[in-house]
């Protein structure tokens, strides 16, 4: 069974520091990796993809790398804003026949960035 | 707009009834899912369907039932035997790596 680990759990900022968000996979051969924002009832909103042949992928102030030797994964978020406050998980994907496609949650951090 | 229209976006159920929740994409997506997620719980997979007419359970079938006959549309029913049925559900699309997700349907037993 696939086991996701998102740490920490929980995360309470001041406005403007640069957060690492982290999540580690018991299985590290990942073919496809994503993090996700979900805002508190709503649905998950895609942030970053890393595909098998990457290693890392930006967009603005998110940069995501994946390590597939170790099956972790890192979200840098720099210059944090209010924003920013929403739960981040990441999900990873296997290449194995017909189970490509379904995704591995981890439970998420929760982020609260302060003025 | 092109994305995935889940419906309705709150539901009621008695105890023993069937209810439907609906999901509807316009992506042109094959691959097509439903998850649950409970409070302090990661999203756990209870359908997934590759293609159209083809279907498979996740870690969390029992007490639910899908159907996939057309490309846009895959609905999830929860059948009277689905003991905890009070969740968040959330439906999903897959294109080429990149999932996308429709903005849920919030279920309560009453």
């Known amino acids: 069974k696939q086991e996701v680990t998102q740490i920490p759990a929980a995360l309470s900022v001041p406005e403007g520091e640069n957060l690492v968000l982290n999540c580690s996979f018991t299985?590290?051969?990942?073919?496809?990796l994503q993090w996700f924002r979900q805002d508190p009832g709503k649905g998950l909103t895609s942030l970053l993809l890393i595909q098998s042949s990457q290693r890392e992928q930006t967009s603005g102030r998110l940069n995501a790398s994946l390590d597939k030797s170790s099956g972790r994964s890192t979200l840098y978020i720099a210059a944090s804003q209010p924003g920013d406050s929403a739960t981040y998980l990441c999900?990873?994907?296997?290449?194995?026949?017909?189970?490509?496609?379904?995704?591995?949650f981890g439970r998420g951090t929760q982020l609260t960035v302060w003025p | 707009d092109g994305g995935i229209t889940q419906s309705p976006k709150y539901l009621f159920r008695k105890e023993g009834q069937n209810v439907t929740l609906s999901c509807e994409q316009n992506?042109?997506?094959?691959?097509m899912y439903w998850y649950r997620q409970d409070p302090g719980q990661g999203l756990r997979l209870i359908y997934y369907s590759q293609i159209v007419n083809d279907f498979q359970k996740g870690d969390i079938a029992e007490g639910y039932s899908v159907s996939r006959e057309k490309k846009e549309s895959f609905p999830l029913t929860v059948t009277s035997a689905q003991k905890n049925p009070t969740a968040f559900y959330l439906c999903a699309s897959r294109i080429q790596g990149q999932v996308i997700f429709g903005s849920g349907t919030r279920l309560t037993v009453v």
């Open positions: 999900a990873g994907e296997y290449d194995r026949g017909s189970t490509l496609g379904r995704l591995y």
């Open positions: 992506l042109n997506h094959d691959a």
């Open positions: 299985d590290s051969a990942i073919y496809n």
